[in-house]
């Protein structure tokens, strides 16, 4: 770290400068700038094969394409969804947005993910779908919340906003449900700007999301139902086609800082640090560690703060504590997710974070 300069949570991954140029080139010679153009086409094929996926289809950012996604499964309205609290607000206010019902389901106690033996108590007649997130890019028990699902015959719409480019077993981490939902915000792993993708299997989903971000045009002459407008744009495709380029540079740089991270707060008592699971490839999209209590997560908080380093309080508080949603069903009986919320703060994490930036935060953390 530069002295005196500040240490941000995250640092938005860029391809070279030059290279982004020559991609939007021809973009100068077409005049085309949205509307599925040659960029849009291409960053989707190479999406549907880095992500091993029948159907990848594009957004303009991945709040829009969670709300398609959910709107696309054609669930009943006022119909009940069960996902996790210790989120971003957007998966709940997706929920929420589509006239459905988020109903709180506590998470893992070691990964932060919907807890599956939580899980069938909370079902009701008018539950219609399962929402879980694969937080801080965990995987979730995919096998277990489907086993519940087909059961009682619910639709899984995964939130993998944090979790692009993690496999599980070898298979990508869109292989599970009937939908998976990225977000490429600036701030994730991988990112266009800003831009989303909802990753399914069914023919008639596609359609629908297509539908949905497109004003419903099918053609020149042809409206198929009320559709909004969240289309990638062809400079958003660019960025993407890029940035993929250096994904796995990105994860690299980011299993280093985390494994020296790992190293050097091993030992720093009353510190729990990441669980890392077989057979899993992580992208280390966020280093939460575990406090005691939520006074000294917030001490040690203000503490980096007074050194130019800024963690985050990722997921504080619950999205079931937002008052909109504490009447919700649930809402306040999560004590597992509670617990972790009050303790929980995300590090600094990107793929340029040196060794020198992570001794910074641990000595800071460790008193030093
Ligand atoms: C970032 C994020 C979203 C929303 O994605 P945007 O691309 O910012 O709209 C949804 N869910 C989770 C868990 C997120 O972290």
């Not at 406090?291 to 985050?312: H, M, N, T």
């Not at 020198?356 to 641990?362: G, R």
Request: some cysteine.
């Amino acid at each position: 770290m530069n002295e005196g300069q500040d240490l941000k949570v995250t640092r938005a991954l860029l391809p070279p400068f030059e290279e982004f140029c020559a991609e939007i080139r021809p973009l100068w010679d077409s005049h085309w700038l949205t509307n599925m153009g040659e960029k849009h086409e291409a960053f989707q094929r190479r999406l549907e094969a880095y992500l091993d996926a029948p159907h990848v289809t594009l957004f303009t950012n991945g709040h829009l394409a969670l709300e398609a996604a959910l709107t696309a499964m054609g669930l009943p309205r006022g119909g009940e969804v069960v996902t996790t609290p210790l989120t971003f607000a957007s998966t709940t206010h997706a929920i929420a947005r589509c006239g459905l019902t988020p109903v709180f389901c506590d998470v893992r106690e070691d990964d932060f993910t919907l807890d599956p033996g939580k899980l069938e108590r909370l079902l009701t007649p008018r539950t219609a779908a399962i929402v879980p997130v694969h937080a801080y890019g965990n995987p979730c028990d995919a096998p277990a919340i489907e086993a519940v699902a087909r059961r009682n015959g619910l639709k899984v719409i995964y939130d993998a906003a944090h979790a692009f480019g993690v496999r599980v077993n070898g298979a990508p981490i869109a292989h599970f449900g009937d939908a998976t939902v990225f977000s490429f915000h600036a701030t994730k792993v991988f990112n266009t700007v800003e831009g989303g993708a909802v990753c399914c299997a069914a023919e008639d989903l596609v359609q629908a999301l297509n539908d949905l971000k497109n004003f419903g045009i099918r053609g020149l002459d042809e409206v198929a139902g009320p559709g909004g407008n969240a289309k990638m744009s062809e400079l958003q495709a660019a960025m993407g086609l890029c940035n993929l380029r250096h994904l796995a540079g990105e994860i690299a740089g980011r299993q280093r800082a985390a494994e020296r991270y790992n190293e050097r707060l091993r030992g720093v008592r009353g510190l729990r640090l990441p669980a890392y699971r077989d057979g899993v490839e992580y992208n280390f999209a966020y280093y939460p560690v575990l406090f005691g209590d939520a006074v000294a997560r917030d001490a040690a908080c203000d503490r980096l703060a007074a050194r130019g380093i800024s963690a985050r309080r990722y997921f504080w508080p619950l999205t079931s504590d937002i008052p909109c949603y504490r009447g919700c069903p649930n809402a306040g009986n999560t004590p597992v997710a509670a617990s972790l919320s009050g303790r929980v703060l995300a590090l600094p994490m990107y793929g340029t974070l040196s060794a020198q930036d992570v001794d910074a935060v641990c000595d800071a953390l460790s008193g030093g």
